[in-house]
Protein backbone atom coordinates (compact mmCIF):
# COMPACT_ATOMS: atom_id res chain seq x y z
CA UNK A 1 0.00 0.00 0.00
CA UNK A 2 1.50 3.58 -0.99
CA UNK A 3 0.35 6.17 1.78
CA UNK A 4 0.07 9.89 0.02
CA UNK A 5 -0.35 12.78 1.82
CA UNK A 6 -1.80 16.15 -0.14
CA UNK A 7 -1.43 18.83 2.64
CA UNK A 8 -3.07 22.37 2.32
CA UNK A 9 -3.93 24.88 4.48
CA UNK A 10 -7.39 23.99 5.81
CA UNK A 11 -7.36 19.90 5.03
CA UNK A 12 -4.33 17.25 5.46
CA UNK A 13 -6.16 15.26 2.35
CA UNK A 14 -4.77 11.50 3.21
CA UNK A 15 -5.01 8.92 0.40
CA UNK A 16 -4.45 4.72 0.23
CA UNK A 17 -3.46 3.25 -3.18
CA UNK A 18 -2.99 -0.53 -3.79
CA UNK A 19 -0.55 0.96 -6.23
CA UNK A 20 -3.11 1.28 -9.15
CA UNK A 21 -5.61 3.67 -7.99
CA UNK A 22 -6.89 5.38 -4.85
CA UNK A 23 -8.99 3.59 -2.76
CA UNK A 24 -9.87 5.40 0.06
CA UNK A 25 -9.34 8.66 1.27
CA UNK A 26 -9.47 10.85 4.96
CA UNK A 27 -8.84 14.58 5.94
CA UNK A 28 -7.96 16.03 8.76
CA UNK A 29 -7.56 19.58 10.06
CA UNK A 30 -4.30 21.14 9.01
CA UNK A 31 -3.32 22.38 12.62
CA UNK A 32 0.30 22.84 13.25
CA UNK A 33 0.22 22.95 16.85
CA UNK A 34 -0.34 19.59 16.98
CA UNK A 35 2.59 16.90 17.26
CA UNK A 36 3.73 14.67 14.91
CA UNK A 37 2.48 11.94 17.46
CA UNK A 38 -0.79 13.60 17.93
CA UNK A 39 -1.36 13.21 13.90
CA UNK A 40 -0.33 9.81 14.14
CA UNK A 41 -2.94 8.72 16.59
CA UNK A 42 -5.35 10.29 14.64
CA UNK A 43 -4.39 8.63 12.10
CA UNK A 44 -4.52 5.13 13.54
CA UNK A 45 -7.79 5.88 14.16
CA UNK A 46 -8.54 5.87 10.22
CA UNK A 47 -6.73 3.46 8.99
CA UNK A 48 -4.18 0.40 9.55
CA UNK A 49 -0.75 0.98 8.83
CA UNK A 50 0.52 -2.63 8.76
CA UNK A 51 -0.05 -2.77 5.15
CA UNK A 52 2.03 0.64 4.31
CA UNK A 53 5.49 0.24 2.38
CA UNK A 54 6.04 3.49 0.77
CA UNK A 55 4.88 7.42 1.67
CA UNK A 56 4.67 10.33 -0.64
CA UNK A 57 3.87 13.88 0.45
CA UNK A 58 2.63 17.07 -1.66
CA UNK A 59 2.39 20.20 0.93
CA UNK A 60 2.44 23.65 1.26
CA UNK A 61 2.63 24.01 5.24
CA UNK A 62 5.88 23.21 5.75
CA UNK A 63 5.37 22.63 9.73
CA UNK A 64 3.06 19.69 9.00
CA UNK A 65 5.65 18.52 6.11
CA UNK A 66 7.87 17.79 9.02
CA UNK A 67 5.59 16.06 10.96
CA UNK A 68 4.54 13.92 8.26
CA UNK A 69 7.78 12.84 7.66
CA UNK A 70 8.33 12.49 11.53
CA UNK A 71 5.63 9.76 11.62
CA UNK A 72 7.11 8.21 8.08
CA UNK A 73 10.95 7.62 9.98
CA UNK A 74 9.53 6.82 13.29
CA UNK A 75 7.24 4.85 13.11
CA UNK A 76 6.96 3.44 9.69
CA UNK A 77 10.36 3.77 8.83
CA UNK A 78 10.20 4.94 5.66
CA UNK A 79 11.82 7.56 3.89
CA UNK A 80 9.10 9.23 2.40
CA UNK A 81 9.17 11.12 -1.09
CA UNK A 82 8.37 14.62 -1.30
CA UNK A 83 7.80 16.84 -3.89
CA UNK A 84 10.24 19.36 -4.61
CA UNK A 85 13.47 20.60 -6.20
CA UNK A 86 15.08 17.91 -7.46
CA UNK A 87 11.56 15.16 -7.83
CA UNK A 88 11.34 14.11 -11.45
CA UNK A 89 7.72 15.20 -11.87
CA UNK A 90 6.72 14.67 -15.63
CA UNK A 91 5.83 18.76 -15.62
CA UNK A 92 7.41 21.24 -16.74
CA UNK A 93 6.94 24.49 -15.63
CA UNK A 94 6.35 27.81 -18.03
CA UNK A 95 6.33 30.52 -15.41
CA UNK A 96 8.76 33.44 -14.07
CA UNK A 97 9.59 32.02 -11.01
CA UNK A 98 9.04 28.09 -11.38
CA UNK A 99 10.18 27.51 -8.21
CA UNK A 100 7.43 29.42 -6.89
CA UNK A 101 4.70 27.21 -8.17
CA UNK A 102 3.69 24.70 -5.15
CA UNK A 103 3.22 21.13 -4.86
CA UNK A 104 -0.37 20.98 -4.96
CA UNK A 105 -0.63 23.19 -8.50
CA UNK A 106 2.27 20.56 -9.60
CA UNK A 107 0.35 17.62 -8.75
CA UNK A 108 -2.88 19.20 -10.17
CA UNK A 109 -1.36 19.07 -13.73
CA UNK A 110 0.25 15.57 -13.13
CA UNK A 111 -3.19 14.05 -12.56
CA UNK A 112 -4.50 14.89 -15.66
CA UNK A 113 -4.47 11.98 -18.02
CA UNK A 114 -1.93 11.77 -20.59
CA UNK A 115 -4.08 12.10 -23.47
CA UNK A 116 -5.05 15.20 -22.49
CA UNK A 117 -3.28 17.61 -24.77
CA UNK A 118 -5.05 20.83 -23.04
CA UNK A 119 -6.40 21.12 -20.04
CA UNK A 120 -7.64 23.69 -17.36
CA UNK A 121 -7.65 22.98 -13.50
CA UNK A 122 -10.12 24.72 -11.18
CA UNK A 123 -8.63 23.69 -7.62
CA UNK A 124 -10.95 24.77 -4.87
CA UNK A 125 -9.05 24.67 -1.82
CA UNK A 126 -8.63 27.68 0.31
CA UNK A 127 -7.54 29.34 -2.08
CA UNK A 128 -9.13 28.91 -5.52
CA UNK A 129 -6.22 27.90 -8.39
CA UNK A 130 -6.66 28.19 -12.58
CA UNK A 131 -4.15 26.03 -13.65
CA UNK A 132 -3.67 26.60 -17.70
CA UNK A 133 -2.15 22.61 -18.98
CA UNK A 134 -0.81 22.29 -22.06
CA UNK A 135 1.56 19.34 -23.53
CA UNK A 136 2.04 18.53 -19.62
CA UNK A 137 3.44 22.19 -19.19
CA UNK A 138 1.98 24.51 -17.01
CA UNK A 139 1.66 27.85 -19.34
CA UNK A 140 0.14 30.17 -16.28
CA UNK A 141 -1.98 30.08 -12.99
CA UNK A 142 -4.66 32.08 -11.75
CA UNK A 143 -5.29 32.53 -7.49
CA UNK A 144 -7.91 33.91 -6.02
CA UNK A 145 -9.84 34.08 -2.29
CA UNK A 146 -11.43 30.56 -1.84
CA UNK A 147 -15.23 29.81 -0.20
CA UNK A 148 -13.81 29.67 3.86
CA UNK A 149 -11.53 33.06 3.22
CA UNK A 150 -14.31 34.87 1.58
CA UNK A 151 -16.58 33.92 4.63
CA UNK A 152 -13.94 34.86 7.14
CA UNK A 153 -13.47 38.13 5.60
CA UNK A 154 -17.04 39.01 5.18
CA UNK A 155 -17.88 37.73 9.01
CA UNK A 156 -14.57 39.26 10.49
CA UNK A 157 -15.06 42.64 8.76
CA UNK A 158 -18.98 43.20 9.19
CA UNK A 159 -20.53 43.49 12.94
CA UNK A 160 -23.60 41.92 12.54
CA UNK A 161 -23.21 39.71 9.80
CA UNK A 162 -23.29 35.85 11.14
CA UNK A 163 -20.88 32.50 10.82
CA UNK A 164 -22.08 30.59 8.55
CA UNK A 165 -22.24 26.75 6.90
CA UNK A 166 -20.99 26.74 3.41
CA UNK A 167 -24.47 25.49 2.22
CA UNK A 168 -26.43 25.97 -1.66
CA UNK A 169 -29.51 27.67 -0.99
CA UNK A 170 -32.66 26.91 -3.36
CA UNK A 171 -32.84 30.42 -4.61
CA UNK A 172 -29.80 32.68 -5.94
CA UNK A 173 -31.77 35.89 -4.65
CA UNK A 174 -31.79 35.23 -0.66
CA UNK A 175 -34.85 36.46 1.72
CA UNK A 176 -32.65 36.08 5.15
CA UNK A 177 -29.14 37.27 6.00
CA UNK A 178 -27.94 33.70 6.25
CA UNK A 179 -29.30 32.32 2.66
CA UNK A 180 -28.29 36.30 1.01
CA UNK A 181 -24.37 34.82 2.07
CA UNK A 182 -24.47 31.53 1.14
CA UNK A 183 -25.98 32.47 -2.07
CA UNK A 184 -23.24 34.82 -2.42
CA UNK A 185 -20.17 32.80 -1.52
CA UNK A 186 -21.87 29.72 -3.53
CA UNK A 187 -23.65 31.22 -6.58
CA UNK A 188 -20.71 34.05 -6.35
CA UNK A 189 -18.30 31.73 -6.75
CA UNK A 190 -19.67 29.37 -9.63
CA UNK A 191 -20.33 32.53 -11.58
CA UNK A 192 -16.57 33.11 -10.67
CA UNK A 193 -15.29 30.32 -11.82
CA UNK A 194 -17.63 30.60 -15.22
CA UNK A 195 -16.13 33.43 -15.96
CA UNK A 196 -12.65 32.84 -15.66
CA UNK A 197 -13.13 29.83 -17.48
CA UNK A 198 -14.77 32.11 -20.21
CA UNK A 199 -11.87 34.85 -20.01
CA UNK A 200 -8.47 32.01 -20.40
CA UNK A 201 -10.52 30.54 -23.02
CA UNK A 202 -10.51 33.78 -25.08
CA UNK A 203 -6.84 34.41 -23.86
CA UNK A 204 -5.43 30.93 -25.59
CA UNK A 205 -7.82 30.95 -28.08
CA UNK A 206 -8.45 27.30 -28.02
CA UNK A 207 -10.84 24.83 -26.48
CA UNK A 208 -9.71 22.76 -23.59
CA UNK A 209 -10.77 20.36 -21.27
CA UNK A 210 -11.33 21.67 -17.25
CA UNK A 211 -11.43 19.67 -14.57
CA UNK A 212 -12.98 20.76 -11.06
CA UNK A 213 -10.93 19.29 -8.02
CA UNK A 214 -10.41 20.13 -3.95
CA UNK A 215 -12.57 20.18 -1.21
CA UNK A 216 -15.63 22.27 -1.98
CA UNK A 217 -15.61 21.12 -6.22
CA UNK A 218 -18.35 19.08 -5.12
CA UNK A 219 -20.43 21.76 -3.75
CA UNK A 220 -19.64 24.26 -6.50
CA UNK A 221 -19.32 22.23 -9.69
CA UNK A 222 -23.34 21.56 -10.03
CA UNK A 223 -23.47 25.66 -10.05
CA UNK A 224 -21.55 25.48 -12.99
CA UNK A 225 -22.55 26.98 -16.53
CA UNK A 226 -19.46 26.16 -18.37
CA UNK A 227 -19.01 22.53 -19.47
CA UNK A 228 -16.47 20.75 -16.91
CA UNK A 229 -15.76 17.38 -15.31
CA UNK A 230 -15.45 16.51 -11.53
CA UNK A 231 -12.29 14.95 -10.15
CA UNK A 232 -11.92 15.23 -6.34
CA UNK A 233 -8.94 12.77 -6.27
CA UNK A 234 -7.16 14.65 -8.83
CA UNK A 235 -4.15 15.48 -6.37
CA UNK A 236 -3.92 12.42 -4.84
CA UNK A 237 -3.73 10.75 -8.64
CA UNK A 238 -1.11 13.55 -9.76
CA UNK A 239 1.12 12.69 -6.46
CA UNK A 240 0.48 8.80 -6.99
CA UNK A 241 1.80 9.27 -10.79
CA UNK A 242 5.11 11.40 -9.20
CA UNK A 243 5.65 8.70 -6.95
CA UNK A 244 6.56 6.31 -9.62
CA UNK A 245 8.21 8.53 -11.52
CA UNK A 246 10.78 8.41 -8.69
CA UNK A 247 10.09 4.57 -7.64
Keep these: MILLFDVGNTNVTIGLSDGFKIIDVYR ?12 YIDM ?5 FDDIKYVAISSVVPRITEKLKEISLKHLHIKPLIVGPGIKTGINIKTDHPREVGADLICDAAGIDDDIERALVVDLGTAIKYIYIENKTIKGVVISPGVAISIKALVGNTA ?6 IEVPKKVLGTNTIHCMQSGVTYGVAAEVDGMIYRIRQEVGVSFKVVLTGGLSEIIAPLCMQEASLDQDLTLKGLLKIFYKNL
Design 28 to 39: LNTNVTLTADQY
Design 44 to 48: KNLFV
Design 160 to 165: LLPDID
